[in-house]
């Protein structure tokens, strides 16, 4: 099993600071890597896949980027909106995918 | 718009046996180009995929889960469902469908891009 390690578990940040969020596979996934955004009480969002394409409707101050076992998902000046938990996905290793643990990025 | 809704019982008794159904609408689920899935989240923690389900009845399950899951889907319906046997508290989580996408050249997944809103499935006596 590919395990996802993301880091920190929680980002503290100012509203329209730059946030950097870490995703680490424990073997090459390629850039088969998804981000999910997850607000309490909803349902995780896709933000991008193939590691930097962003799904439909994101905005462009979030960028994604790596391959292999390095990633990292990049929000250039925070919205109020973009606070919430945030989770990697690989999927090259179908049929099993696996998730990071989560990254919070909360208000400093 | 596609739209996802799980349904079933939020109150599951230890050792029975767990069955929830998702109902797809504002499209097909024969599309070619999609898997239907199962994933969980216990509560305060992260994401489990559980299994998905591709419409000709092929399906693929966690590792972890796969002695206790059964995907199946019913397409004049355009409904899956998900049981989960022999259930402990563990299995306590928000229960999640899913669509993804399935690649026509090998048969692999993409991630999911559409999401029911949950159902808290809660395991006790």
């Known amino acids: 099993e590919i395990v996802m390690t993301q880091s920190p578990a929680t980002l503290s940040v100012s509203p329209g600071e730059r946030a950097t969020l870490s995703c680490r596979a424990s073997?090459?996934?390629?850039?088969?890597l998804a981000w999910y955004q997850q607000k309490p009480g909803q349902a995780p969002r896709l933000l991008f896949y193939?590691?930097?394409i962003r799904a439909t409707g994101i905005p462009a101050r979030f960028s994604g980027s790596g391959s292999g076992t390095e990633f990292t998902l990049t929000i250039s000046s925070l919205q109020s909106e973009d606070f919430a938990v945030y989770y990697c996905?690989?999927?090259?290793?179908?049929?099993?995918?696996?998730f990071g643990q989560g990254t919070k990025v909360e208000i400093k | 718009q596609l739209q996802l809704q799980e349904s079933g019982p939020g109150l599951v008794k230890p050792s029975e046996t767990l069955s929830l159904t998702c109902t797809v609408s504002?499209?097909?689920?024969?599309?070619?180009?999609?898997?239907w899935g199962w994933i969980r989240q216990p509560p305060g923690k992260g994401l489990e995929w559980i299994g998905s389900?591709?419409?000709?009845?092929?399906?693929y399950y966690s590792p972890s889960l796969k002695s206790r899951v059964t995907i199946s889907v019913d397409t004049s319906k355009n409904q899956f469902s998900l049981k989960l046997s022999s259930v402990t508290a563990a299995d306590t989580a928000v229960y999640f469908c899913?669509?993804?996408?399935?690649?026509?050249?090998?048969?692999?997944?993409?991630?999911?891009?559409?999401w029911g809103q949950g159902t808290l499935v809660t395991v006790s006596s």
């Open positions: 899913a669509r993804h996408g399935r690649s026509s050249y090998d048969s692999s997944a993409y991630p999911a891009d559409y």
């Open positions: 504002g499209g097909s689920i024969t599309t070619s180009t999609y898997y």
């Open positions: 389900i591709y419409y000709s009845g092929s399906t």
């Open positions: 073997q090459s996934v390629s850039s088969n």
């Open positions: 193939g590691a930097s």
């Open positions: 996905q690989q999927y090259n290793n179908w049929p099993l995918w696996t």
